[in-house]
């Protein structure tokens, strides 16, 4: 099978790119990652939703785009070029299994105004997994602590996972703030005592995961890709013995690898988005392996192009440690790659 971007989808990516380029460079990351308190600039935030991409996958009843997995995956991975700082994929989840929930739109319309944030609180234990097995909902609220929540401080409301099923929880919240890797994706624990809203049947979680891992693996692709070519580019102008470093045979065989992992990343990126999208029978085992493969290649490029830029690599001043920081967190996030693995294996029949 042949998969290209159409007209509308390769003006998505071109837009988005050049958007990205002159509202969000690196530099404003970078900034956003040293001094920001909360991981991400508020009145950039806005703007991103000013744009449309808050609400690019939500339907229109609540100011959305109603677009799909594909242009999902375009937009991200035109983020991970940039390292953008924030919530994005987070809320982005968090407000479509609202929407598909239907008991607060008027709160999805804020968040896709840019107004409010709203999270997926999943984990009842440290390093447990998603699946719930203390927090509890009857009688109206919602009890118990969730752990390693995305922007926990900053949210203005959770979707929660509980033994008694999907809650929506309004705050605010008392969050603690767990230290990070990368200084631009921030995790809390929350002790909840709170009112919460059962959502409805239509909120389906397992497809919003398959969505999140598309997603992931899109913003991993973005990651490589960048740090690809940042290091194409230094191997072809940094001399040694008066020839350029990329003129030696080592090196390319291990470019050559790079290259490989960001090409098969893309092919899997893509038909994962596509068989989402189609609703395919494949589209369970293809979002899985997509999550996995990117995830492993990612952590493999990025750490590529930290060693091939020698003493310089490891430098604070130079940006690749916040991709590799990047890629290890969204290693994790989303479904880990063993945890990916393991569905990809149940979604073969093994």
Same mark, same amino acid.
């Given at each position: 099978? =042949? ?6 989808? !390769? ?13 969000? /460079?690196?530099? *404003? ?29 939500? /339907? ?29 994929l ?17 709160l999805?319309?804020?968040?896709? @105004? ?16 998603? +699946?719930?097995t203390?927090?509890? +909902?009857?009688g109206? =609220?919602?009890?118990? &602590? ?5 922007? %926990? %401080?900053?949210?203005?409301?959770l979707? +929660? ?8 929880? #309004? ?12 200084? @631009?994706? =921030? ?9 919460? *809203? ?8 397992v497809? &919003?995961?398959?969505?999140? @891992?598309?997603?992931?693996? !899109? ?19 940094r ?15 291990r470019? @050559? ?10 092919? !899997? ?7 989402? #999208?189609? #609703? ?5 085992? %293809? ?13 493999? &490029? ?22 590799? *920081? ?7 996030h989303y479904?880990?790659?063993? +945890?990916?693995?393991?569905? !990809?294996?149940?979604?073969?029949g093994?």
């Amino acid at each position: 099978m =042949r998969f290209a971007l159409s007209d509308d989808q !390769a003006l998505l990516r071109s837009s988005t790119r050049d958007f990205l380029g002159s509202e969000l /460079p690196i530099e *404003k990351s970078r900034a956003v990652m040293e001094h920001s308190k909360a991981g991400y600039d508020p009145a950039e935030w806005r703007r991103l939703a000013e744009m449309g991409y808050v609400g690019l996958v939500l /339907p229109a009843r609540v100011g959305g785009q109603g677009l799909g997995a594909v242009e999902l995956a375009i937009v991200l991975e035109e983020m991970g070029r940039v390292c953008v700082p924030g919530p994005f994929l987070d809320v982005v989840l968090a407000a479509s299994l609202v929407a598909d929930g239907g008991v607060d739109d008027a709160l999805v319309r804020d968040v896709v @105004a840019g107004e409010k944030l709203v999270a997926i609180a999943r984990h009842d234990a440290p390093f447990a997994g998603p +699946a719930a097995t203390t927090v509890r +909902a009857n009688g109206g =609220r919602v009890r118990g &602590v969730k752990y390693f929540v995305p922007f %926990a %401080a900053s949210a203005d409301a959770l979707v +929660a996972t509980t033994v008694d099923g999907l809650v929506l929880v #309004d705050g605010p919240f008392e969050a603690t703030p767990l230290q990070t890797l990368d200084l @631009a994706q =921030r995790f809390g624990d929350i002790v909840l005592d709170h009112a919460a *809203k059962p959502l409805g049947a239509s909120a389906d979680l397992v497809r &919003v995961d398959r969505l999140g @891992a598309v997603g992931a693996s !899109a913003m991993l692709l973005g990651l490589m890709s960048r740090c690809l070519e940042t290091t194409l580019e230094y191997v072809r102008t940094r001399q040694a013995f008066e020839r350029p470093i990329g003129a030696f045979q080592a090196l390319q065989h291990r470019m @050559a690898d790079m290259l490989l992992k960001v090409e098969s990343t893309r092919s !899997a990126v893509y038909r994962a988005a596509w068989s989402f #999208d189609t #609703d395919a029978p494949e589209a369970p085992l %293809a979002c899985a392996a997509a999550k996995a493969y990117a995830g492993d290649s990612a952590r493999h &490029v990025c750490g590529e192009a930290i060693q091939m830029h020698g003493g310089i690599g490891f430098t604070w001043e130079l940006d690749l440690h916040f991709y590799f *920081k990047r890629a290890k967190t969204l290693e994790q996030h989303y479904g880990s790659t063993e +945890a990916q693995l393991e569905a !990809a294996l149940v979604a073969a029949g093994y």
